[in-house]
């Protein structure tokens, strides 16, 4: 996996300037003229925070998890003007098949993003980072299994349901043969019970 899918997105220390945004790791920011990319990436950033699920939270720190799309807030040691803790958001998809480096990869970006705008994240938070990444990919993968899991139940219950129908169409069969073979017997009884009766009659009619 490259960085090219990440976006990233702090505030302002002096609350004045437009928020530092990239869209990619090669940290060219988005101008502040570039009103609907800035828009994008807010709406995207918003929808994972209001639709999806927190999968992690320790302090600052914070990751957010929506289908796909994750969310990591990862503190820097510099404050704002007033003080306050201000987040660098980085935004992203988790990959299909992500590999066993990508957490690493994932912290790596949010740290020289945090570089590029002259901000630092210590080596604690860097640290608390890569757990907030890895519990995204827990429950990434947890989601995943009970995605194979369904798909396998309905796969089994389907199935299920097409014995059931053929099981169902030879009972029918089975029963629709045996009332024949009823009927053919009932048929058979009444032919000789006539054969005796004319039996009996011809030989009153011709006993000699």
């Known amino acids: 996996m490259d960085n090219r899918g990440l976006s990233f997105r702090a505030q302002s220390l002096d609350n004045k300037t437009p928020d530092p945004i990239a869209i990619q790791i090669d940290n060219q920011i988005i101008p502040e003229e570039d009103m609907d990319k800035r828009r994008e990436l807010a709406q995207n950033i918003s929808e994972v925070v209001s639709d999806g699920t927190q999968v992690f939270s320790e302090g600052s720190h914070n990751a957010f998890l929506h289908g ?8 820097p040691e510099e404050l ?18 992500p590999p066993a480096s990508w957490s690493g990869k994932v912290v790596k970006a949010v740290v020289g993003f945090a570089e590029h705008i002259g901000r630092t994240i210590s080596p604690k938070s860097q640290e608390i980072a890569s757990y907030g990444i890895d519990a995204v990919l827990k429950e990434t993968l947890k989601k995943n299994r009970m995605r194979v899991i369904g798909k396998t139940l309905w ?12 099981f169902v169409k030879i009972s029918i069969e089975i029963t629709r043969l045996r009332r024949r073979r009823k009927k053919m ?18 030989k009153i009619l011709f006993r000699e």
């Open 80 to 97: 704002d003007d007033a003080g306050r803790v201000t987040p660098i958001l980085c935004y992203g998809h988790v990959p299909n098949k």
């Open 68 to 75: 796909d799309k994750f969310l990591l807030e990862t503190p």
């Open 155 to 166: 796969g089994i219950g389907a199935s299920l349901i097409a014995v059931l129908i053929a």
């Open 185 to 202: 017997l009932r048929g058979a009884g009444i032919l000789v019970i006539v054969l005796v009766v004319l039996g009996m009659i011809y």
